[in-house]
């Protein structure tokens, strides 16, 4: 199946500070979700971004789906941007019946 | 508000005391799942539903059951829970989980912490 890889696994910052997540994925894919779990276990639904560049206030991301890679962007970080982000693509092979997470990149932002 | 809620949130049982996680959703969706979160393991599909009375495992069926009777929910039945079934649960639905283009995504309820003692 599908093997997801996200970089890097944690990533500490101070607030104001920039950041790029990086998600890796091994096949073609026809659709990408970005998730951000917060410390109350929440799973927020980002983007959906199959190809191209989406922007989202201080968020943004960017699939390159020729190169299977896709990037989150996080701008001016604040405290609540904190913890576990996702990246998930539908599973191939018998029909896109779940998705496939990749292990997530745990960030921390300190004030 | 389109939304997927799961119900209870919090839950704390026993052994082989059988409980039921319900989920609904408001957006007429076709496709729900379910998916538990573990440390160390990430998220596993536990079953999915692609319609009414339409129902398959995921990757970790063992010791959960699931109906879909209705469109808008999806309960999750544990008939004999046991402590390694303590986790975080979620449900999800889609329009079409196939679909290339927005009815593919995704919405997860908030997630319902179970422990079991």
């Known amino acids: 199946g599908i093997q997801v890889e996200q970089s890097p696994p944690d990533l500490i910052l101070q607030e104001g500070a920039n950041s790029t997540l990086r998600c890796n994925f091994s096949?073609?894919?026809?659709?990408l979700q970005w998730f951000h779990q917060n410390p109350w276990g929440q799973l927020i639904n980002l983007f959906y971004?199959?190809?191209g560049t989406k922007q989202n206030g201080r968020l943004s991301a960017t699939t390159v789906a020729t190169e299977r890679y896709s990037l989150l962007y996080i701008s001016s970080s604040q405290t609540t941007d904190s913890g576990v982000y996702f990246c998930a693509v539908p599973h191939r092979g018998q029909g896109a019946q779940k998705l496939v997470f990749g292990q997530g990149t745990r960030l921390t932002i300190n004030p | 508000e389109a939304q997927v809620t799961q119900n209870p949130r919090y839950l704390i049982t026993v052994t082989g005391k059988k409980l039921t996680v319900t989920c609904s959703q408001n957006m007429n969706h076709e496709y729900m799942s379910w998916y538990r979160q573990d440390p160390g393991l990430g998220l596993r599909q536990i079953y999915y539903s692609m319609n009414v009375e339409v129902t398959d495992k995921g990757d970790v069926p063992e010791g959960y059951k699931v109906s879909r009777k209705e469109k808008r929910n999806f309960p999750l039945i544990l008939e004999s829970p046991s402590p390694n079934q303590t986790s975080l649960y979620f449900c999800?639905?889609?329009?079409?989980?196939?679909?290339?283009?927005?009815?593919?995504?995704?919405?997860f309820g908030p997630g319902t912490r179970l422990l079991v003692l």
């Open positions: 999800a639905s889609s329009l079409d989980p196939r679909a290339g283009g927005t009815g593919g995504t995704q919405y």
């Open positions: 096949d073609s894919v026809n659709n």
């Open positions: 971004i199959p190809s």
